[in-house]
């Protein structure tokens, strides 16, 4: 027998302020319209921060849903991992203010700084733990406040982000070793700094001391996504001998309804098997993953032993893929 990290809940939190895409564009004057954002990425709606609200204040709460949907309490919780380009502050790390909040004294709490790709690869690092005994209940979570950190005069960025944040649960069980467990089968992450600055945020505590903002020269990401993204949805699939047709749901990163698309065809799934929250949501980076999941799971949609395949791509380039039974 071999020790799984086992998906034991899931849950999300969108902020209450919804904005749609004419809203967005009367409210800061940019030159756009519905019909031009909806067509060339899908979105038609994002959620924005409240005044108050941050990326730990986001994370706790869709903690507290996956622990309640897990029916564990807070204090059994002994590794918080926290994907966030947004955190509250460069320190303490965000995951530790998410550690207290929920009442977890136990363990040990960090982040992870990969933009989009943040989530999956939080997820891996916390199968790894739990693989090496190192944790038996771990919270992933993926939390983003990008309001802050966007060009509102910028209509190529502004438009295709909002916040939220997604958590996941993983408890140690036991499996077999082979591609019929639940749990995490493998997680497989890349990164190529040679392309760091088509998508970036110009700026920080240890350049110029700034916030700074998003840039992204998006034809650029547009072209490695697809490629980038399918290589490794093959090499995990190869990885644990499983075939496309294996495959029963498709939990991609919420960046663009094209990229959705193509990768949904790549693997031979019908729509209605590619969990898409991008249009309501837009691309909330390293929640968009855990938000997915969590919308799909808490509608029934997603069975006991499910094969998903969850994948991103951001700024780095990092990109990465997990493989898991529900």
Not at 65 to 72: I, S
Not at 138 to 167: H, K, M, N, Y
Not at 235 to 251: K, T, Y
Request: overall charge neutral.
């Amino acid at each position: 027998m071999v020790t799984r990290a086992i998906i034991a809940g899931c849950g999300g939190y969108l902020p209450d302020r919804v904005v749609t895409n004419d809203a967005l564009a009367e409210a800061f004057g940019i030159e756009t319209s519905d019909a031009w954002i909806v067509e060339r990425t899908g979105i038609r709606q994002r959620h924005i921060a409240a005044p108050g609200e941050t990326a730990s204040s986001m994370g706790a709460a869709a903690a507290r849903q996956a622990l309640e949907r897990a029916g564990v309490p807070g204090a059994e919780v002994d590794c918080i991992i926290v994907a966030t380009a947004t955190p509250n502050s460069a320190f303490p790390a965000t995951a530790v203010r998410i550690q207290a909040a929920i009442g977890s004294t136990r363990g040990f709490a960090f982040d992870v700084s990969a933009a989009c790709t943040g989530f999956v690869y939080a997820l891996g690092v916390a199968d790894a733990m739990i693989r090496c005994g190192q944790a038996r209940c771990a919270l992933v979570i993926g939390t983003e406040v990008f309001s802050r950190i966007l060009d509102w005069t910028d209509r190529g960025t502004c438009v295709l982000f909002g916040d939220g944040a997604g958590a996941v649960l993983l408890m140690a069980g036991e499996g077999r070793g082979d591609a019929t467990d639940r749990g995490i089968l493998s997680t497989h992450l890349h990164s190529d700094g040679r392309h760091g600055d088509i998508l970036l945020v110009d700026g920080g505590p240890g350049s110029n001391g700034e916030c700074g903002k998003l840039r992204m020269a998006g034809k650029e990401v547009f072209r490695h996504a697809v490629s980038k993204l399918a290589a490794v949805v093959d090499e995990a699939l190869a990885a644990n001998g499983l075939a496309q047709s294996d495959v029963r749901w498709l939990i991609p990163h919420q960046a663009n309804a094209r990229i959705i698309d193509a990768m949904g065809k790549k693997l031979g799934l019908p729509k209605e098997r590619v969990v898409v929250t991008v249009d309501r949501h837009a691309n909330t980076s390293a929640a968009s993953i855990p938000l997915a999941l969590a919308e799909a799971a808490g509608r029934g949609w997603i069975e006991r032993g499910d094969l998903m395949v969850l994948e991103g791509i951001g700024g780095g380039l990092t990109w990465g893929a997990t493989l898991a039974r529900f």
